[in-house]
């Protein structure tokens, strides 16, 4: 089901501000891409492009393409509600809806598809708590508030509500930045197991969890603040961390940047 | 036990000391004195009124020749006062649950509108306007619904009364349905008068709802109104339940609209179910009869009915605060 992104010169507006500019790439299939980049380069509105959140922000809008399998996403005729079902995203801050029981947070996206039935929704939930690695934790208080859980349980509730309405692509940002090592860990271990399935784009800030989880990484910039944020450049994780084809990633990854 | 009391009683000196070097604490010291003293002011004067209640009905309730909470009755003078407040209760709730019925619904599709859906070049000067509804004066709401809204519902009540009669609130009442000084029409002017309170109390939990909840439901492919039922229904909730039950302690008390419109009913009518009938609530009771409180008896009487409303309004308004205060626990 994982599908491919392909990003063509893509230019980002918030308002008159452009906040991104000239973003190519592609982004392949059941692998891993992590985005880094300094803080403002605009690595959160790319993501969000991705997946038609940008536009919701008033003043908000794009120039250019992005090809979902070469289905234009936004072509005049692709509904954003549409394209959210397909493409997921699991938030920097854990964010599972504070009155819902743990099932009904899982169950959220299925009841919005209009699934009923309560066996199905009953499957779908212990195996999307199963996928995101928390069933064992909270397999008898399934009843109980998502909002009562720890914060790293709150994001991997939170990514077994994303992966629970199967999407092709699961859009991360920096989604451990609020978490402990323990908890981190386990995020970086779910998202090496679900890759098998889906397409996975990550922010992070953090170095190691870019070269540990990512096949490919893209490194963003800006020129100056004001300046709107480039892509530098997208290879194989193994080579930007090695022997990057640019100066300023190399400075970037190796912490001489600024 | 008196050795733990003195350990955790604080110390005096030090802390005059520390007052004497800083304005802070001295600022401290006078707000903390200020609020303490209005707080107790406060409860003070609500003790106040509820004694001055009590003293005043007491006396009268217990010459009472008739069970007070069952009997519609109304005879105050004389040795053998007989008194009840079946009928005002019923007219007052009646009256302020229709109100609600009609408000909450249409105060809460304003404010989803003003907060979610309009354009911000819409949105403040419609809310605006709705807050403006509440600096009407009671009295012109009265007026106005006795001359113009009033023969408008008239129709309205013709044709629930033809086609719904055989229900009993619905029921047409000897002809009633045609008049405008019906409990139906001060229920919807009462409507009227507490729509502007539900609308700004709704639309200020809904302008609230925090932007995560609202992405995270967008985000799974949520439509506009999917969003709205995930997200910010469910965090608006307890704000649009405390919002109902404040715009239902205004319409129980509310005197002057209700005065004007409803029609007085003579003395030993018997009581039907329709609203399409006139009537007393407690307020416009007390009102109506406010000349006349020439004896300590009848003076009495009259404030027992106003007790009443006054534990009606009291308990309205306690489940509002408690709704507000659960609401606290879960919103970060
Ligand atoms: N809602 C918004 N309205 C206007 N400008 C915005 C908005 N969000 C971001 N920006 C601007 O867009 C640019 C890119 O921001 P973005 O959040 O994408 O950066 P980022 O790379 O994700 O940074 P960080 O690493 O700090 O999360 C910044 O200049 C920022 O000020
Ligand atoms: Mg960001």
Redesign the interface.
């Known amino acids: 089901m994982a599908k491919r992104i392909d990003v063509q010169d893509l230019d980002i507006y918030y308002g008159k501000f452009k906040a991104v500019e000239g973003v190519s790439m592609r982004i392949e299939p059941r692998s891993v891409t992590a985005f880094i980049g300094p803080s403002g380069c605009g690595k959160s509105t790319v993501l969000r492009t991705l997946n038609r959140m940008h536009e919701v922000i008033p003043g908000a809008s794009v120039d250019g393409q992005v090809l979902l399998d070469d289905k234009d996403l936004y072509a005049k005729d692709m509904d954003p509600v549409a394209v959210r079902r397909t493409i997921g995203m699991v938030f920097q801050r854990p964010n599972p809806f504070p009155t819902m029981s743990i099932f009904d947070n899982v169950a959220a996206g299925l009841r919005l598809n209009g699934v009923k039935n309560r066996k199905v929704l009953s499957e779908t939930v212990e195996r999307s708590l199963k996928g995101a690695n928390l069933w064992n934790e909270v397999k008898d208080r399934l009843d109980k508030p998502g909002a009562g859980l720890s914060g790293g349980q709150q994001q991997r509730l939170c990514i077994a509500r994303a992966i629970a309405v199967s999407p092709e692509v699961l859009l991360m940002d920096e989604p451990c930045s609020a978490l402990d090592p323990i908890s981190t860990l386990a995020i970086e271990d779910l998202i090496h197991e679900i890759k098998e399935k889906y397409t996975i784009v990550i922010v992070t800030h953090n170095m190691q969890q870019a070269a540990r989880v990512s096949d490919r990484t893209a490194f963003f910039n800006l020129a100056a603040t004001g300046k709107p944020g480039k892509l530098i450049e997208i290879d194989d994780t193994q080579k930007m961390f090695n022997r990057p084809s640019e100066k300023a990633t190399e400075d970037y990854i190796s912490g001489r940047f600024g | 036990m008196t050795s733990v009391t003195g350990v955790s009683a604080p110390d005096p000196s030090p802390t005059s000391s520390v007052a004497s070097r800083s304005t802070g604490r001295l600022g401290d010291r006078v707000f903390s004195g200020l609020s303490i003293g209005a707080g107790t002011l406060v409860v003070v004067l609500v003790l106040l009124i509820g004694l001055f209640l009590v003293t005043q009905a007491v006396p009268a309730l217990q010459r009472n020749e008739v069970n007070f909470l069952t009997s519609s009755e109304w005879t105050v003078s004389g040795e053998h006062p007989r008194f009840g407040v079946a009928g005002l209760l019923w007219v007052t709730v009646v009256s302020s649950i229709i109100a609600m019925l009609l408000a909450v619904p249409v105060g809460v599709a304003v404010a989803l509108f003003l907060t979610q859906y309009a354009p911000t070049w819409l949105a403040r000067p419609a809310a605006g306007t709705i807050d403006l509804l509440a600096a009407v004066p009671s009295i012109v709401y009265g007026l106005w619904g006795l001359r113009q809204f009033g023969p408008v519902l008239v129709p309205v009540q013709q044709f629930f009364a033809q086609y719904f009669g055989w229900i009993p609130i619905f029921a047409p009442n000897n002809g009633l349905s045609g008049n405008v000084s019906t409990i139906f029409v001060v229920g919807v002017v009462l409507a009227i008068m507490i729509l502007p309170i539900v609308t700004a109390l709704s639309r200020e939990v809904f302008a609230q709802t925090?932007r995560?909840?609202i992405?995270?439901?967008?985000?799974?492919?949520?439509?506009k109104w999917?969003t709205i039922r995930?997200?910010v229904l469910?965090?608006g909730?307890p704000g649009v339940i405390s919002a109902a039950m404040l715009g239902l302690g205004r319409a129980l008390g509310e005197t002057l609209a209700v005065t004007i419109i409803l029609a007085t009913l003579a003395p030993g009518t018997p009581w039907v179910a329709s609203l399409f009938n006139g009537g007393e609530t407690f307020a416009s009771k007390i009102a109506n009869n406010a000349g006349e409180f020439d004896t300590p008896q009848k003076t009495g009487a009259f404030l027992a009915a106003g007790l009443v409303l006054f534990l009606l309004t009291f308990v309205v308004n306690a489940i509002a605060r408690i709704v507000i205060e659960r609401r606290k626990a879960?919103?970060?």
């Open positions: 925090p995560a909840h992405e995270g439901a967008m985000a799974l492919g949520a439509t999917e995930t997200a469910p965090f909730k879960f919103s970060e």
